[in-house]
Every structure is written in C-alpha cells, then in structure tokens.
Nanobody
Framework: QVQLVESGGGLVQPGGSLKLSCAAS???????MGWYRQAPGKQRELVAA???????KYVDSVKGRFTISRDNAKNTVYLQMNSLKPEDTAVYYC?????????????????WGQGTQVTVSS
C-alpha cells in the first residue's frame, strides 16, 4: 500500500511563506503527483500538480504564488507557498493524480496521508 507523509505546515502571517514536503513510497516517481487542500466545510481541491517529467499545473487562485516541484530520486514532492493569504488556510495533502493532469484532478490512490495543517492568520 502506498504511503504518503506530508510535513511542513504551520501558522504563518498573511504574506508569509511555507514549504511543504511529501515523502512518498518508492515507485511513485513514475506518477504525476499533486497537492490537494481541504478547508473546513469545503471539498478537497487540487491546487497544484506535476508530471513525472516536471510539467506543472496550478489552480488559478495560487498561480504566481505557489510552486510545485519534485525530487524523483528521493520520491519527494514539494510545494513552495509564497504570499500566503488567509483563504489558503486548509489541511494540505499529496496524492498521485489519475491520468493526464491537464484533464483530470482526480486522485489516483484511495488512501491519503494525515495531511499537514496550514493556517494563515495575523
């Protein structure tokens, strides 16, 4: 069973930065990977995705502020978040993305990690 371990969240003031990490099971480097987030009372959404070759996609609300990257040798995916806003507050999760990231937001794996809480507040 795939394991996904997210870390790097915390409390930050508006305008601040955080870098999230996702340590995934060996073999996941072959998959497109994504960062999802779920705010209280809202559905989980895909905010950024990256193919195995490094092509990326972002939801409009984070474009220009978030950067997704990956280190395939370490089976790790990162999310650099800059210029954070209170509306970015959520639990952030990683998962593989099913199919073409430009056509799909669906997660591939049925199981999720514990997520990492990001709170943006003054």
């Amino acid at each position: 069973q795939v394991q996904l371990v997210e870390s790097g969240g915390g409390l930050v003031q508006p305008g601040g930065s955080l870098k999230l990490s996702c340590a995934a099971s060996p073999g996941t480097s072959a998959y497109a990977m994504g960062w999802y987030r779920q705010a209280p009372g809202k559905q989980r959404e895909l905010v950024a995705a990256i193919t195995s070759g490094g092509r990326t996609k972002y939801v409009d609300s984070v474009k220009g502020r978030f950067t997704i990257s990956r280190d395939n040798a370490k089976n790790t995916v990162y999310l650099q978040m800059n210029s954070l806003k209170p509306e970015d507050t959520a639990v952030y999760y990683c998962n593989a993305v099913r199919g073409d990231i430009y056509r799909s937001n669906w997660p591939l794996f049925g199981s999720w990690g514990q997520g990492t809480q990001v709170t943006v507040s003054s």
